[in-house]
């Protein structure tokens, strides 16, 4: 019972699994990125980290996504 209890706890929740994936980029937009991301003193894995986590808040993307007109 206690065992449970303490898995349960939110401080406790926060360290989770880390899972590898595999993403493509064009290489020199990763490299743009990565040095926008180092200029705000995240790594591209926070980043992603960060993406992840929003899309889960708002159960979407975190912005609006339009279609361009053809």
């Not at 926008?36 to 889960?56: H, Q, R």
């Amino acid at each position: 019972m206690w065992y449970a209890i303490y898995l349960c706890h939110p401080r406790i929740l926060q360290y989770e699994y880390k899972n590898t994936n595999k993403l493509t980029f064009r290489p020199k937009k990763l490299s743009e990125a990565k040095q926008i991301l180092a200029d705000l003193g995240l790594n591209f894995s926070e980043a992603v980290n960060i993406f992840t986590n929003l899309i889960v808040a708002k159960q979407g993307l975190p912005f609006n996504l339009k279609f361009p007109n053809y």
